[in-house]
């Protein structure tokens, strides 16, 4: 596995964990620790965006 594959799974699981907190326990983790839809908050929301983006080639790679 690549490391860019991995870097995208991480960011993947963060997203997954996230969301399981918010459903669960309506916790935002990620704005907490960064504040609500700041520039940080933003950027790590597009970043596990395009982590998910990426996992679907993961799903077909052998």
Not at 11 to 31: E, H, K, M, R, S
Request: charged content about 15%.
């Amino acid at each position: 596995m690549k490391v860019i594959d991995k870097i995208a799974l991480l960011l993947v699981i963060i997203g997954a964990i996230n969301w399981g907190l918010i459903g669960i326990f309506n916790f935002n983790l990620v704005d907490t620790i960064f504040g609500v839809m700041s520039i940080i908050s933003r950027i790590i929301y597009i970043l596990v965006g395009i982590s998910g983006l990426w996992a679907i080639k993961l799903l077909f790679d052998k």
